[in-house]
């Protein structure tokens, strides 16, 4: 059973930086695009960044400028890295792959404080 595993999201202060790490566990195939979604409290889920298989990207237009995706397809692994951050960056993240099947991480908090 494929399995997303997040990690990197905590607490920052305005200004600061996050990486956020997402890994595959198990076989997983078929992945054309990954990307990082995020929630916050009383909002609708939102696209943050999304990377497909040949390297495009394509950014949430609150994002562009400081944050950016990138992933290891021999590893079926995404990363967000993330500066600059803002308060309104807290939300919940998860991640995403998408191809043959969809497959959602369990999401990882980033909290800016200012």
């Known amino acids: 059973q494929v399995q997303l595993v997040e990690s990197g999201g905590g607490l920052v202060q305005v200004g600061g930086s996050l990486r956020l790490s997402c890994a595959a566990s198990?076989?997983?195939?078929?992945?054309?695009?990954m990307g990082w979604y995020r929630q916050a409290p009383g909002k609708q889920r939102e696209l943050v960044a999304a990377?497909?298989?040949?390297?495009?990207?394509n950014y949430a237009d609150s994002v562009k400028g400081r944050f950016a995706i990138s992933r290891d397809n021999a590893k079926n692994t995404v990363y967000l890295q993330m500066d600059s951050l803002k308060p309104e960056d807290t939300a919940v993240y998860y991640c995403?792959?998408?191809?043959?099947?969809?497959?959602w991480g369990q999401g990882t908090q980033v909290t800016v404080s200012s």
């Open positions: 198990g076989s997983i195939f078929g992945i054309n695009s």
């Open positions: 995403r792959m998408a191809g043959f099947r969809d497959y």
């Open positions: 990377i497909k298989v040949g390297g495009s990207t």
